[in-house]
């Protein structure tokens, strides 16, 4: 909201900011934090026209002076397009290609140079299409490319990026030292390349500084330069379908990129009216704040909180600030009403030199209520009513008495009686701009209300400079504040908003006959709000599109309202779709009710039994596994024995009994589904994760031989359809068998081949696990320091990601290394910070496994009565979900805890218990265990 008023007369002036000092001093000083690379977030709350935009553009144009950057964008309450905002303001700062979405880019070759300019290593893409004369002409292109570079060394350039575009090729160049590493790209120009080029160069380090043209001295070096085309992530494409991964890596992009933005310069990230932002800004804006701690950067957003309460549900925006509070990520700041005091500095401000008593400030005061924007827009009133007028002198004075004044009782009411001064063609124009938005254009306005343009243009002018409602910015016109359109929007009729919205739609539509896919989210919107049969299938389209960037929450949203518009067929697929996404989400009843939706409307047999697959899952995944297996055994009579979804089925009824500890039973169905997989000759991936999951069950078992042939059979399936995580999952369970057969090098080359193999695809909580592996086989080495190190990688990924779960794997998994180190008190700090993670999470089973820990600390210190309870407590929810395994665990622990207290005849039933549980499971280690505990108790 901008506190400005420019009448036509020039007789008004531009207020300065008025009874803001202690809150832009808070400003102020987080923005000098920031210069000092301890970044952080602030989100500004207050009413409309309080001050919230004008407060933070003050700043933000301070800053701009000081040679600080800035990134603004705006939320908009129409748009159905994910990260919107956030794209409008890399766009305009040319920064667009950090959030563009695009697959990495293919490199075509890359060259280390010297400052000499000598060449040193060159790797080239041997398949590439480049044509010979245009890469003899880009080589030279580098070559002086590389002299211009050098030109810039010694002048505080080194370390920066350059790039050069060349036909359709891009060449970037990033120094060190007296290195340089040119790479010649075809595509979208990625931060991941940036920053590989960059650790290239610093694996290198000085090794080469001193190189005389001897091939023989930069051999060892060859595998650095041309990893940029071996490995595989810089093909083109990208290496997992999984919209999840594509999202973190988009979200890693944009933060390295400005990352790097701000290591030149400081910089702010100004977000405005945060209450209409969609989920995925929201969800990156997160991303952000947690990993922009340590960097020069302040982001600043403002918000309404009035828009956020008495809606149903909680709003995204409120759910955001409860998850990142938990994280203690950003400070709030809100504005106040101003005091009497400043209302009359505002007005005294704002018109100069005035000739006006206490009692007319004292009586703008009482009716606007100290609301920045209600005051102004009253003065504005009065100057254009002729209330306030100048004196022979040039002062401001009143015509009438103080009493008398008419002061609306609303800001509504003040900008509804500016709004009744236009004319009623401007009017009309204003109010269809309204329906199109916060932000509108010419073109959409002029061809849906058939005005001409040229007469277009002069009256959005004559709005713009006489009336000052609208304001242009680069063919553009925005809306002087969100209460002008509120006001123009809600006073149309229902019947002529729709028609409004349903001709604006169809203009959209005639515009980009060509390019519809530009305005889908715009289409879908418009005719939603016109109640347009034609919605259901733009919210469809448009919601698949936000499910295969993983917006999620925007996909629910599109999807629901595709409901009211679909007929029977579209929506069985709809439901499904819905039910799909909040299973992934963990929203489990409410993807219940939409499977159940769909299969009570599913006209075929295939579509029900599918619908019944996923309703299984939903019994399995709620631990009610007897009910699971009827409903898969039911859904498995309505179709084809051998098709790939009777195998489905058989794989989530084998889960049942995998679950419970049932390992033959689940065997016996998992083999079954593999010979469905290979008759059928589809499901390459269902047949690569049974396979895997078989394995699982032969490792269980202490089979380890079979398992090791069933993995690297997964393996071979897995590459054969060239899926990343599938073969890095199999190379993990293969290092895991190594390990237990006390083969330490093979276990951590096969979790290597598994880490290679999936880091380039940036899955975070992959890379973590590969990290993690290799630490637990650190630890049962001996090597506990290299354990820590590479599980704080691990945890480094996680906290990164923002994974709870994984962090609470982490934290555990050192509190075990710092037991074998002797120190129980780090130990038990950490045993800790994994159970309340997990307790605040609602896993349970985590939770279990973290009880059980805390049971083992307490008996350490010999506190029997608290070991006993983290014991139980655990055993409760072993019983809760049928894991028979952490059963055993605990009750062999509380039979050893009733020796140390002297009470066998407990020790005996625990024990008895814990053989009982054992003999049910198929699993060696288990078995070992409760008989060890009996033996102990019975003093065999």
Not at 287 to 311: S, V
Request: include cysteine; hydrophobic fraction near 40%.
């Amino acid at each position: 909201m901008s506190f400005s008023i420019l009448m036509d007369d020039g007789g008004i002036g531009l207020s300065r900011m008025v009874g803001r000092s202690s809150e832009f001093d808070v400003l102020r000083n987080a923005l000098e934090r920031a210069k000092q690379g301890k970044g952080s977030t602030l989100l500004v709350a207050g009413e409309a026209g309080i001050g919230k935009t004008r407060l933070v553009t003050e700043l933000i144009e301070g800053a701009e002076a000081t040679g600080v950057r800035v990134l603004k964008g705006w939320c908009l309450a129409e748009s159905m397009e994910p990260l919107m905002p956030v794209k409008t303001g890399l766009r305009e700062a040319g920064l667009f290609h950090l959030i563009s979405g695009e697959p990495p880019p293919l490199v075509v070759s890359s060259y280390l140079v010297n400052d000499a300019g000598m060449l040193i290593l060159k790797a080239e893409r041997e398949e590439s299409s480049l044509d010979p004369d245009i890469f003899t002409s880009m080589l030279k292109a580098v070559g002086d490319f590389v002299k211009d570079s050098l030109s810039m060394m010694g002048k505080g350039e080194e370390g920066r990026l350059n790039s050069l575009g060349y036909e359709k090729y891009r060449i970037l160049l990033q120094a060190r030292g007296t290195l340089m590493l040119a790479v010649v790209i075809e595509g979208s120009e990625s931060e991941f390349l940036i920053q590989d080029m960059q650790n290239t160069l610093a694996g290198i380090g000085g090794a080469l500084d001193d190189w005389d043209g001897d091939p023989a001295e930069a051999v060892d070096y060859t595998g650095k330069v041309s990893w940029f085309i071996d490995s595989g992530k810089y093909d083109g494409k990208f290496l997992v379908d999984n919209p999840a991964i594509i999202q973190e890596n988009l979200f890693d992009n944009v933060l390295l990129g400005l990352q790097r933005v701000s290591a030149e310069h400081p910089l702010i990230i100004f977000l405005d009216d945060l209450q209409w932002a969609d989920p995925s800004t929201l969800n990156l804006l997160h991303y952000l704040a947690r990993n922009t701690r340590g960097n020069r950067i302040l982001i600043l957003c403002t918000y309404r909180p009035e828009d956020i309460l008495g809606r149903d549900g909680t709003h995204p925006l409120e759910t955001a600030m409860q998850n990142m509070s938990r994280e203690d990520l950003f400070e709030r700041l809100e504005l106040r009403r101003l005091d009497p005091e400043a209302t009359g500095e505002v007005v005294s401000s704002v018109l100069g030199r005035t000739d006006l008593d206490d009692e007319f400030h004292r009586r703008i005061y009482r009716d606007t209520g100290g609301t920045p924007l209600f005051i102004l827009e009253v003065v504005k009133l009065l100057v254009e009513d002729g209330t306030l007028k100048r004196d022979d002198a040039g002062a401001w004075t009143l015509t009438m008495d103080p009493g008398g004044l008419d002061i609306p009782s609303k800001v509504y009411d003040v900008v509804k009686r500016r709004l009744d001064r236009l004319m009623r063609e401007q009017k009309d124009i204003l109010e269809c701009a309204s329906v199109v938005g916060e932000e509108f254009g010419s073109e959409v306005v002029g061809k849906t209300t058939g005005i001409n343009k040229m007469e277009l243009l002069k009256n959005l002018s004559e709005i713009e400079r006489i009336h000052r409602l609208i304001r242009s910015s680069q063919q553009k016109y925005v809306f002087d504040h969100a209460k002008v359109r509120e006001v123009l929007y809600n006073g149309i009729i229902e019947e002529l908003r729709r028609e409004y919205h349903r001709l604006i739609a169809e203009t959209l539509a005639d515009i980009h006959a060509e390019d519809e896919d530009k305005v889908l989210s715009e289409l879908a919107y418009h005719y939603y709000e016109a109640r347009d049969p034609k919605a259901g299938g733009y919210l469809v389209m448009a919601g698949d599109r936000a499910r295969e960037r993983y917006a999620n929450e925007e996909a629910i949203r599109l999807y629901t309202w595709a409901l009211d518009f679909a007929d029977e067929d579209v929506k069985v697929r709809t439901w499904e779709k819905l039910g799909d996404i909040e299973f992934m989400l963990s929203e489990y009843e409410r993807a219940r009710e939409n499977f159940e939706k769909a299969r009570e409307a599913a006209a075929d047999n295939e579509t029900v039994a599918r619908m019944m697959r996923k309703l299984g899952d939903y019994l399995t995944r709620r631990g009610k596994y007897d009910e699971a297996v009827e409903t898969y055994n039911a859904a498995i009579l309505l179709i084809d024995e051998k098709s790939v979804e009777a195998a489905r089925l058989l794989i989530g009824e084998g889960y049942t009994y995998y679950y419970t500890g049932k390992y033959d039973k689940a065997m016996s169905l998992f083999l079954k589904a593999l010979v469905v997989f290979k008759a059928a000759g589809a499901g390459e991936t269902d047949e690569g994760k049974v396979l895997r999951a078989i394995g699982n069950i032969h490792y269980l078992k202490n089979e380890l031989e079979k398992a090791l042939d069933h993995f690297e059979k997964s393996l071979e399936v897995m590459r054969g359809i060239d899926d990343v995580q599938g073969i890095a999952a199999a190379y993990n369970n293969i290092g895991v068998l190594h390990n237990d057969w006390g083969n330490t090098d093979k276990a951590l080359e096969f979790y290597q081949k598994s880490l290679d193999t999936v880091y380039p695809t940036g899955a975070k909580t992959f890379i973590a696990q590969a990290y993690n592996n290799m630490g637990i086989v650190y630890n049962t080495t001996g090597e506990l320091d290299k354990a820590l190190e590479f599980m704080e990688k691990g945890l480094e990924m996680e906290q990164k990601a923002g994974d709870a779960r994984g962090i609470a794997e982490s934290l555990n998994n050192m509190g075990v290394v710092y037991v074998d180190l002797g120190d129980r008190d780090r130990a038990f700090e950490y045993y800790q910070k994994s159970m309340e993670i997990r307790e605040s999470l609602g896993d349970r089973r985590g939770t279990g496994f973290s009880y059980y820990n805390m049971g083992n600390m307490y008996a350490s210190r010999e506190d029997h009565e608290r070991s006993e309870e983290f014991y139980l407590k655990s055993l409760d929810i072993c019983s809760e979900l049928g894991d028979g395994s952490m059963a055993v665990y605990n009750l062999s622990a509380l039979a050893s805890l009733s020796i140390d207290r002297g009470d066998l005849p407990a020790a005996l039933d625990h024990a008895r218990k814990a053989v009982e549980t054992a003999t049910g499971m198929d699993r060696n280690f288990e078995t070992g265990m409760a008989r060890r505990a009996w033996a102990w108790s019975s003093g065999r």
